[in-house]
């Protein structure tokens, strides 16, 4: 007959298992007890992933794409809002939670909303689907990071489908929202890639993207090398993820912004005119970095201000006498930004993170050392020309009536 004692201690050991921690209901999650396709439940789903990385991502499960047990679960229209649910009963004071999306199948995530600190207290985030994410098959994913306990990493994916159409009232909102494309990748930490979490803190992810919700808490930034985009045995997909570009993984996103906190002067639009030979990236325009999506504030006045005093053509004449002491190399330098609609750079570039608007209708990024290819603004959304650290946007002016002759 078993003592009281080993009672006592398989009771004990079964705890975890039974107060659980926290998990996505909606949409629901592969293999979970809230998904009417799944045929293996994971009754734990709410533990982390592995310290290790080797289940990452998704806890592996997004190995039952394409049978029955991987079948969708929600479809959500572009431009639309939702929200996902979170249960369970440990919290762990809180933290801070991604939702993103995944077109191919768990390898890389873009993120959607960011929610820095108090997460998951509430029970339910909202979330909008950007208005020009491509429709299909795709994941979401709700990532979470602990303010107290162990460092972990949480994460729940859900097969959806992005399709059907949004209120026009929701799309007109989301035309001024940044492009799908230009969002950051989700944050991964905890997992063996190098990159922590610090105890009792809200991490504060270094590239949140556009769509932030702040919750409080005790923000602080990660510690270690958090650019990695994997951890180094992932499972199968590997995941395109981490806050700059995934030097150390084979199947990165690429597409990460290495942190951008250094150097975020404000410097309202310096050096136009009068900057010609020093041509460092401080010709960076000011402007108004669009967070949340609620600002409803800045549409088209926003870029028909900021045109006009690229133009400067009376800046010229002025030149005659410093022209023997000035190198002849420096003139053609600075022809690209006195144009005043920007011009797309290639090579290298040492500003980590700045953006680059050209004619304000695509931008690139200075990423890795290098900069980007050229991406194309949302439809219905305008940047601000120029080379800045943060990238200015408004909505274009447009009319959309009835059919006329």
């Known amino acids: 007959m078993p003592s009281f004692a080993s009672i006592a201690t398989g009771l004990l050991a079964a705890l975890p298992l039974v107060a659980g921690h926290m998990e996505m209901s909606f949409p629901p999650p592969f293999r979970s007890k809230f998904n009417p396709h799944a045929t293996n439940i994971d009754y734990s789903m709410t533990s982390p992933l592995s310290a290790d990385g080797s289940n990452f991502p998704c806890k592996g499960y997004q190995a039952d794409l394409g049978t029955p047990a991987g079948a969708s679960t929600a479809t959500f229209a572009p431009g639309s809002t939702h929200n996902f649910t979170i249960v369970g009963g440990a919290s762990h004071g809180g933290g801070s939670c991604q939702a993103s999306l995944s077109y191919d199948g768990g390898k890389t995530f873009t993120v959607i909303k960011s929610i820095i600190g108090g997460c998951p207290l509430s029970s339910s985030y909202d979330f909008t689907i950007p208005a020009d994410a491509k429709t299909g098959d795709a994941l979401f994913s709700w990532s979470w990071f602990n303010e107290l306990g162990n460092r972990e990493m949480y994460q729940n994916c859900a097969p959806i489908t992005i399709g ?45 993207g556009p769509d932030v919700q702040e919750g409080g808490g005790k923000p602080a930034p990660p510690s270690g090398s958090c650019g990695s985009a994997a951890p180094a045995g992932g499972a199968g997909a590997g995941g395109g993820s981490g806050s700059s570009p995934a030097p150390g993984s084979g199947s990165g996103n690429g597409g990460g912004n290495g942190a951008p906190a250094p150097a975020p002067t404000q410097s309202s639009a310096p050096a136009p005119t009068s900057a010609a030979p020093p041509k460092p990236s401080a010709t960076r325009p000011g402007g108004i970095f669009i967070t949340v999506p609620t600002a409803a504030e800045p549409t088209t006045l926003q870029t028909a201000t900021k045109t006009p005093p690229a133009a400067a053509p009376s800046a010229a004449p002025a030149a005659p006498a410093p022209a023997p002491v000035a190198p002849a190399p420096a003139a053609p330098a600075p022809a690209p930004p006195a144009s005043g609609s920007g011009a797309a750079n290639t090579g290298p570039c040492t500003d980590e993170g700045a953006w680059n608007c050209i004619g304000g209708t695509s931008f690139q990024r200075c990423a890795s050392g290098s900069w980007s290819a050229v991406i194309p603004m949302a439809p219905g959304t305008k940047c601000t020309p120029g080379t800045s650290s943060s990238l200015s946007m408004g909505r274009r002016s447009m009319r959309i009536r009835g059919s006329s002759a």
């Open 164 to 208: 059907g159409g949004a209120a026009k009232r929701d799309v007109v909102i989301q035309e001024r929202a940044a492009a799908f494309s230009s969002r950051p990748p989700m944050f991964v930490a905890n997992v063996g890639n190098g990159c922590k979490t610090l105890d009792s803190t809200d991490v504060t992810f270094p590239n949140p």
